[in-house]
């Protein structure tokens, strides 16, 4: 069974994630989207807007920080949420922390609008990111 096509444009989105195709993934992330993300650091809270959503990255990526998928576990989803389950590692230096994360998602026409993240070793993400 093939899965449903808000789970592909998902997958498609972590995937480019995952190999640094930055155009895949910014071209995945709707105008209106929000993400929420988890935890009690600087990169934390909510941000709105893709170009929001967008800078968020980019500023993780001036301030030397790194975040690796090391495993797209599985993608799930119908007409209403996608479920991702992944393995990601933050990098800072040489000060890492890995996870095990589940990120929930609201796909519409092929776009990512909101974004919840939740990781297993939030305390050691929040301490690696500063």
Same mark, same amino acid.
């Given at each position: 069974?093939?899965?449903?096509?808000?789970?592909?444009?998902?997958?498609?989105?972590?995937?480019? /994630?995952?190999? *640094?195709?930055?155009?895949?993934?910014?071209?995945?992330?709707?105008?209106?989207?929000?993400?929420?993300?988890?935890?009690?650091?600087?990169?934390? *809270?909510?941000?709105? #807007? &893709?170009?929001?959503?967008?800078?968020? /990255?980019?500023?993780?990526?001036?301030? #030397?920080?790194?975040?690796?998928?090391?495993?797209?576990?599985?993608? $799930?989803? &119908?007409?209403?949420? $996608?479920?991702?389950? $992944?393995?990601?590692?933050?990098?800072? *230096?040489?000060?890492?922390?890995?996870? #095990?994360?589940?990120?929930?998602?609201?796909?519409?026409?092929?776009?990512?609008?909101? /974004?919840?993240?939740?990781?297993?070793?939030?305390?050691?993400?929040?301490? $690696?990111? #500063?």
């Amino acid at each position: 069974m093939a899965d449903h096509p808000n789970a592909e444009a998902a997958r498609t989105a972590i995937e480019a /994630f995952a190999k *640094g195709d930055v155009a895949t993934m910014a071209a995945s992330i709707a105008d209106d989207a929000t993400w929420h993300v988890p935890g009690s650091n600087r990169f934390s *809270g909510d941000f709105k #807007g &893709g170009a929001a959503v967008l800078g968020r /990255f980019q500023q993780m990526g001036e301030a #030397g920080l790194h975040t690796s998928i090391d495993e797209i576990h599985d993608v $799930v989803g &119908g007409d209403d949420h $996608v479920v991702a389950l $992944v393995k990601l590692t933050i990098t800072a *230096g040489d000060v890492s922390a890995s996870a #095990g994360a589940v990120w929930v998602m609201h796909v519409k026409d092929g776009m990512l609008h909101d /974004f919840w993240g939740m990781n297993d070793n939030q305390a050691e993400i929040d301490r $690696v990111i #500063g």
